[in-house]
């Protein structure tokens, strides 16, 4: 099976530049390269990997220190859609 593609909503853009400058640019690293690697090959298993219960459609998060980005799955058209970026206080 090929990979899954990456797409990063507006709204998980503009929760990532809320974000302090400062840590921006380490999550930012972080994400392109470790995080979005996992993603794009198995985006529902994973040590930092959580499906959430309750959402429709179905999301899942994944942690990184006190943050949370949160993504859906298409598994039809094989997209992982970044659509929210939290810290751990804000976002549940």
């Known amino acids: 099976m090929s990979e899954f593609r990456l797409f990063e909503t507006d709204q998980f853009l503009d929760d990532l530049e809320r974000i302090s ?3 921006r640019e ?5 994400l392109r390269d470790m995080v ?3 993603l794009r ?10 499906k959430l219960r309750g959402f429709k459609p179905e999301t899942w ?5 006190p943050y949370r980005f949160f ?3 298409d598994d039809k ?3 992982v859609s970044m659509v929210a970026a939290d810290s751990r206080q804000g976002s549940y």
């Open 41 to 50: 090959a198995q985006p529902y298993f994973g040590a930092n990997v959580k």
């Open 21 to 23: 400058p400062a840590r």
């Open 71 to 73: 993504y859906v799955v």
């Open 61 to 65: 998060r994944y942690r990184i220190g």
């Open 36 to 38: 979005y690697p996992q």
């Open 26 to 30: 380490k999550l930012a690293a972080r």
């Open 77 to 79: 058209e094989r997209i």
